[in-house]
C-alpha cells in the first residue's frame, strides 16, 4: 500500500532563516505530488506541484520554492522565511493518470511558525 | 475563475444529531471529493463521487452529487465526538486534471 511520509511535524524558525521540509512517498511511481499551505483556520492553497523528478510549476508567486530530486521525494524550501510563511504545510500525491483518478492523499503535515 | 463555497462555516452540534453541510460551485464540476481534516493533520478523503444525481455512502456519511453538477452535499448521521474536525469539498478544476480546487470547509464540533 502507499504511504507519505512528511518531515518535521512541527518547526519554529526565526524570520530570515532558511527552510527545508521533506516528504517521500512509498508503494508507488512516478506520482504526481504537491505543496500545499493551509493558514489558521483557513482553506488549502495549492503552491507547487510536479509531474516528474525536475519538473516543478508553482501556484503563486512566493518566497518558497520546491524541488524533485527523485521520483517521489519532493522538497519545500526557502533561503530566508519571512513571518507570513508562518502556516500548516502539506504535502500530497496522486496516480498520474489521464482517467478519472484525481484523489489526493495528504501528508500529516508541518506547522511552521516563524517568529 | 472557479470556487467552491461551503456552508455552513462552522456547526456546534450534540452527539446523536445528523449533520447536513453543502457545497456549491458557479461552475460545473465532474467529480466532487469529500475530505475531512482532523486538528493538526492532512485531509483524508471521506467519498468521491464522479456522476450527476450519485448518491454515495461511507458508513454513517452519506455523499450526493448534485444534479445541477453545481453543488454536492454530505450528511452525516448520529454524529460521535470523533466526527470533529474540518470537512472540504474539493473538485478538479477542469475535466482530466487532478489539480483540485478546495472549498472554505465546515468546521464541525460535536458535543457529548
Known amino acids: 500500500s502507499q504511504t507519505i511520509h512528511q518531515w518535521p511535524a512541527t518547526l519554529v524558525q526565526p524570520v530570515g532563516s532558511p527552510l527545508s521540509l521533506e516528504c517521500t512517498v512509498e508503494?508507488?511511481?512516478?506520482?504526481?505530488l504537491y505543496w500545499y499551505r493551509q493558514a489558521a483556520g483557513r482553506g488549502l492553497q495549492l503552491l507547487f506541484y510536479?509531474?516528474?523528478?525536475?519538473?516543478i510549476s508553482s501556484e503563486v508567486p512566493q518566497n518558497l520554492s520546491a524541488s524533485r530530486p527523485q521520483d517521489r521525494q519532493f522538497i519545500l524550501s526557502s533561503k530566508k522565511l519571512l513571518l507570513s510563511d508562518s502556516g500548516f504545510y502539506l504535502c500530497?500525491?496522486?496516480?498520474?493518470?489521464?482517467?478519472?483518478?484525481?484523489?489526493?492523499?495528504f501528508g500529516s503535515g508541518t506547522q511552521l511558525s516563524v517568529l | 475563475g472557479q470556487q467552491l463555497n461551503q456552508s455552513p462555516q462552522s456547526m456546534f452540534i450534540q452527539e446523536g444529531e445528523d449533520v447536513s453541510m453543502n457545497c456549491t460551485s458557479s461552475?460545473?464540476?465532474?467529480?466532487w471529493l469529500w475530505y475531512k481534516q482532523d486538528p493538526g493533520e492532512g485531509p483524508v478523503l471521506l467519498i468521491a463521487?464522479?456522476?450527476?444525481?450519485e448518491l454515495t455512502s461511507n458508513g454513517r456519511l452519506t455523499a450526493q452529487f448534485g444534479i445541477t453538477r453545481k453543488d454536492s452535499f454530505l450528511n452525516i448521521s448520529a454524529s460521535i465526538p470523533s466526527d470533529v474536525g474540518i470537512y472540504f469539498c474539493?473538485?478538479?478544476?477542469?475535466?482530466?486534471?487532478?489539480?483540485?480546487?478546495f472549498g472554505t470547509g465546515t468546521r464541525l464540533q460535536v458535543f457529548p
Open positions: 461552475s460545473i464540476f465532474n467529480t
Open positions: 508503494g508507488t511511481s512516478n506520482p504526481n
Open positions: 474539493a473538485g478538479p478544476r477542469s475535466y482530466n486534471t487532478d489539480k483540485l480546487i
Open positions: 500530497a500525491w496522486s496516480v498520474q493518470a489521464g482517467g478519472r483518478d484525481e484523489k489526493l492523499f
Open positions: 510536479s509531474v516528474g523528478i525536475g519538473q
Open positions: 463521487l464522479y456522476k450527476a444525481g
